[in-house]
């Protein structure tokens, strides 16, 4: 497996947004696994799609738009409470 600090650049980058998650209130260890997703993405290693969601549970996935809708009032309330 490739490093996730591929060039400096993104060294550099990536301490950059550590830093920032963690000044956002992101636990470290949260904020290095968020990095470490990034980098997955960066690669390519995350691009297949699986019909594994309708496997298990019988029905399609929501999409992003109707997740986000749906968890509005608890994700205001998350916000509201910091």
Same mark, same amino acid.
């Given at each position: &497996?490739r490093?996730?600090?591929? @060039?400096? @650049?993104?060294?550099? +980058?990536?301490?950059? &947004? +550590?830093q /920032?998650?963690?000044d #956002? %209130?992101?636990?470290? +260890?949260?904020?290095? %696994?968020?990095? $470490?997703?990034?980098?997955h993405? *960066?690669?390519? $290693? #995350? @691009? &297949?799609? =699986?019909? *594994?969601?309708?496997?298990a549970t %019988? +029905? $399609?996935p929501?999409?992003f738009?109707?997740? /986000? *809708?749906?968890? =509005? =009032?608890?994700?205001s309330?998350a916000?509201?409470a910091?």
């Amino acid at each position: &497996m490739r490093s996730v600090a591929a @060039s400096s @650049s993104w060294t550099h +980058r990536q301490m950059l &947004m +550590r830093q /920032a998650l963690v000044d #956002a %209130g992101f636990p470290a +260890r949260q904020a290095d %696994g968020l990095i $470490e997703d990034y980098a997955h993405y *960066r690669r390519n $290693e #995350a @691009s &297949m799609v =699986t019909a *594994r969601v309708v496997d298990a549970t %019988g +029905r $399609e996935p929501p999409s992003f738009q109707d997740f /986000a *809708r749906d968890y =509005t =009032t608890q994700f205001s309330q998350a916000i509201a409470a910091r």
